[in-house]
């Protein structure tokens, strides 16, 4: 089984430039989660997506963040434009569907190591 | 609210020692735990979960955790750490029945192996 694919593994911008990362995930898991990593620290969630609902976006810097699931698969999330404190790892990870009251094992991308200079 | 405390930043030991890993825990529900492993450069793992059943847990890799409700922790353990394990270990808690079973991380533990 293939597992949760991101793209591209690595990016170098300059501030100011916008970027946009992808993730593809696990065949049939129709909830899919995007987290923040910063250097020595656990992941943030940024925003959670139920098919192609964003559930969860309480945590997503709109001003500048913005994130697209539209046939409810794969997603994209962008940022324009990149300061040099977004410089960090972005997770991608899939989870099968919610129920209530279960939790299912959310499964990682190897995220994107975003550079911003 | 919930949160994940992981009391040591890095840990390291001699290959074939054991291993133990601590975090502490705060939940206002009934929470789900976990412990996740990251590899350089490689996506975070899931090694072991507890959701309300057996206190103690088995994972893979021959690590196991025990959910302690009056000492809120999760303690990680390993009888025998190989040079493989060295990774960033990561305690997480999630509410079951609430926020959509949002992933809360701990700030990660570094383990070292030493030869």
């Known amino acids: 089984e293939a597992g949760v694919v991101q793209s591209p593994r690595y990016k170098i911008i300059e501030k100011k430039q916008p970027v946009a990362f992808w993730c593809n995930p696990i065949?049939?898991?129709?909830?899919l989660y995007w987290y923040l990593q910063n250097l020595g620290q656990g992941p943030e969630l940024l925003i959670r997506?139920?098919?192609?609902?964003?559930?969860?976006d309480s945590q997503l810097p709109k001003d500048r963040f913005s994130a697209e699931r539209l046939k409810g698969v794969d997603s994209t999330l962008k940022i324009q434009p990149a300061e040099l404190g977004d410089s960090a790892v972005y997770l991608c990870?899939?989870?099968?569907?919610?129920?209530?009251?279960?939790?299912?094992?959310?499964?990682f991308g190897p995220g994107t190591r975003l550079t911003v200079l | 609210a919930q949160s994940v405390t992981q009391l040591d930043s890095h840990v390291s030991v001699s290959e074939g020692t054991p291993v133990l890993l601590r975090c502490n825990y705060s939940?206002?529900?009934?929470?789900?735990l976990f412990w996740y492993v990251q590899h350089p450069n490689k996506g975070l793992q899931l090694l072991l979960k507890?959701?309300?059943?057996?206190?103690l847990v088995k994972g893979i890799n021959g690590f196991e955790a025990e959910f302690k409700k009056s000492e809120t922790s999760f303690h990680l353990t390993k009888p025998s750490a190989h040079m493989s394990d060295a990774a960033e270990y990561f305690c997480?808690?999630?509410?079951?029945?609430?926020?959509?079973?949002?992933?809360?991380f701990g700030q990660g533990t570094e383990l070292s192996v030493k030869p």
């Open positions: 990870a899939s989870s099968p569907n919610m129920t209530s009251g279960g939790v299912y094992e959310q499964f």
């Open positions: 065949s049939g898991h129709n909830t």
């Open positions: 997506y139920e098919n192609e609902e964003a559930v969860d």
């Open positions: 939940s206002s529900y009934s929470p789900s």
């Open positions: 507890y959701t309300s059943a057996a206190t």
């Open positions: 997480v808690v999630s509410d079951r029945y609430n926020q959509g079973g949002k992933l809360i």
